[in-house]
């Protein structure tokens, strides 16, 4: 009898060591293959397969709260906001911000911030007569809620996050009358206490103008130059939201005459993947995260996620698209962190333009 059980206990784990022999063997070509993509990672720039987590969106009205999914990496140094800055990405009362600035006459920030409450929330009084006026909240709202199906399960979803994308925060300010001129003045004088944001405001419309047929018969992408890409670094530099966004925004532009490359990517950058770094990045350094969001829940009905990385990994980007992005993410936020982009180049030379793909993120007149 013990004979008999010693030699069943033999066979069991004669059985067990052969399939799991097995099964090591027919997975050790895939572990094989993983470990390989993780050591080459290790010796580049590139991300190992593992870095694109699983996604458990939930369905619910977004918050902006925050879920590491596209990657667990990020920056290292603290987004730089001022209290004026935070209160104005938050939407929190216009028109105590604009009593605060208003004091402020000689700080950038100050200018900066005053101009675009202005632009925003003022009547110009120089507009063009043929322009539309603007609808107020309450019709706009009013129209959104007529255009949802009553009975459909979404459509509170999708009622709340519409008010949330559209917060009543200019108040009284709605009052208030200013001109083209008077808002120009403003954004040239910060410019010229060099605040970051509006000297990025200043590249970008610059660039942008250089695709006007109007001004360039050769207007089949914009150019860049030098000076320029030294401009754009020095607007990813300063940690300043609006500024991080259009400094990367602008690397994912066609110029006609060069093209950028970061790190040791051997390609010139894919500008689609490079568009969704700029909001990434901007959020990351203290920006606005979730207006995007709510507005895609209220106008697309995409409430599955909460927050603006599960967004673009649940509903934008695929699982490759995903490793480009964060890969530029996370090159990019190194060299914003040691202040060193001796890895973003220009390489100049005609390029293709015959798709063009051209971004503004002020507006410029």
């Keep these: 009898m013990k004979k008999l059980l010693a030699i069943l206990i033999l066979g069991v784990v004669a059985a067990l060591a052969w399939k799991t022999w097995s099964d090591s063997t027919a997975l ?147 009052d208030l009358k200013t001109t083209k001129k008077e808002i120009a003045d403003l954004l040239a004088r910060a410019e010229e206490l060099k605040d970051a944001s509006a000297l990025a405001r200043e590249l970008n419309c610059e660039i942008i103008a250089t695709n006007n047929p109007a001004t360039n018969p050769d207007a089949r992408g914009v150019e860049i130059n030098d000076s320029r890409t030294e401009r754009i670094r020095q607007a990813i530099a300063s940690r300043k939201p609006d500024a991080v966004r259009a400094g990367v925004g602008m690397l994912a532009n066609t110029y006609r005459n060069g093209a950028f490359r970061v790190g040791s990517e051997g390609a010139f950058v894919d500008q689609s993947a490079m568009h969704h770094v700029a909001n990434l990045l901007a959020c990351q350094y203290g920006g606005d995260c979730v207006s995007g969001v709510h507005r895609a829940c209220a106008n697309e009905g995409r409430c599955a996620t909460n927050n603006f990385e599960d967004y673009l990994a649940y509903y934008e980007l695929s699982p490759s698209a995903a490793q480009l992005v964060e890969r530029y993410r996370d090159q990019l936020t190194r060299m914003i962190d040691s202040n060193d982009f001796s890895q973003l180049q220009l390489v100049k030379g005609d390029q293709p333009t015959d798709s063009v793909r051209v971004g503004s993120y002020f507006q410029c007149n």
Excluded at 106 to 130: F, H, M, P, V
């Design 28 to 174: 050790s070509s895939s572990a094989k293959a993983v470990r390989s993509a993780e050591a080459g990672a290790a010796k580049s720039d590139a991300l190992p397969p593992s870095a694109v987590f699983k996604i458990d969106p939930r369905l619910g009205a977004p918050t902006g709260a925050s879920s590491a999914v596209i990657s667990a990496k990020r920056g290292q140094l603290p987004a730089q906001l001022s209290p004026l800055m935070a209160d104005y990405i938050a939407k929190k009362d216009f028109p105590a911000l604009m009593s605060k600035v208003s004091q402020m006459p000689d700080d950038g920030e100050a200018n900066y911030i005053r101009a675009q409450l202005l632009n925003s929330c003022a009547t110009k009084t120089d507009a063009d007569a043929n322009a539309k006026p603007r609808k107020s909240r309450v019709d706009r709202r009013a129209e959104f809620v007529a255009s949802l199906r009553p009975n459909h399960p979404d459509t509170p979803l999708r009622i709340n996050a519409w008010d949330l994308a559209n917060p009543d925060a200019c108040g009284s300010l709605r």
